[in-house]
T-cell receptor, first 114, second 115 residues
């Protein structure tokens, strides 16, 4: 078990371009979360999956953001028409049903929009 | 809605000394979990300690312990014998026990360890 992994670790993109981040959770975890973190701030919740079902979306998740978890394993977070305000760390986390009170984080994907 | 407040943006402590980080939260629920997470400069969030609200006994993990005051909705973290490797952002977090839900984080406290 290698923990939660995220790819890419860093992404620099021009404003208006689309970007996609991938998250592979811990293998036995059926819950997967996306958070966004800006410098000096705590993580802000974006969305949450249980298996392949997206159960909650924050109002922070505008129409330009979409997340999927098609087979209940890995997840992708896509940002369309990126804006400079999207520059942040995007954190993925996972947890299991049997130990659901604790979530485990990946190392995050840094996005810089120029 | 639940909120988590960390009133100390930054703190410093001398190596080998003890430091306490403060956290308060607001909730109408009676059953929940509280956490302290550490985020070193490498940026990966690591769980430091966890407390179940129904337990009166304060959680302890080696040099890390909490002071959980349920009535006051206070959850402070004490780090004993501070080490250089303790330097990091520390986040207090809350999660409901009554439903499958997200963890809500405070804004964090940056801890500096002075050699």
């Amino acid at each position: 078990d290698t923990g939660v992994s995220q790819d890419p670790r860093h992404k620099i993109t021009k404003r208006g371009q689309n970007v996609t981040f991938r998250c592979d959770p811990i293998s036995e975890h059926n819950r997967l979360y996306w958070y966004r973190q800006t410098l000096g701030q705590g993580p802000e919740f974006l969305t949450y999956f249980q298996n392949e079902a997206q159960l909650e979306k924050s109002r922070l998740l505008s129409d330009r953001f979409s997340a999927e978890r098609p087979k209940g394993s890995f997840s992708t977070l896509e940002i369309q028409r990126t804006e400079q305000g999207d520059s942040a760390m995007y954190l993925c986390a996972s947890s299991s049903t049997t130990w659901a009170n604790t979530i485990y984080f990946g190392e995050g994907s840094w996005l810089t929009v120029v | 809605a639940q909120t988590v407040t960390q009133s100390q943006p930054e703190m410093s402590v001398q190596e080998a000394e003890t430091v306490t980080l403060s956290c308060t939260y607001d909730t109408s629920e009676s059953d929940y979990y509280l956490f302290w997470y550490k985020q070193p400069p490498s940026r990966q969030m690591i769980l430091v300690i966890r407390q179940e609200a129904y337990k009166q006994q304060n959680a302890t993990e080696n040099r890390f312990s909490v002071n959980f005051q349920k009535a006051a909705k206070s959850f402070s973290l004490k780090i004993s014998d501070s080490q250089l490797g303790d330097a990091a952002m520390y986040f207090c977090a809350y999660r409901s026990a009554n439903r499958d839900d997200k963890i809500i984080f405070g804004k964090g406290t940056r801890l500096h360890i002075l050699p």
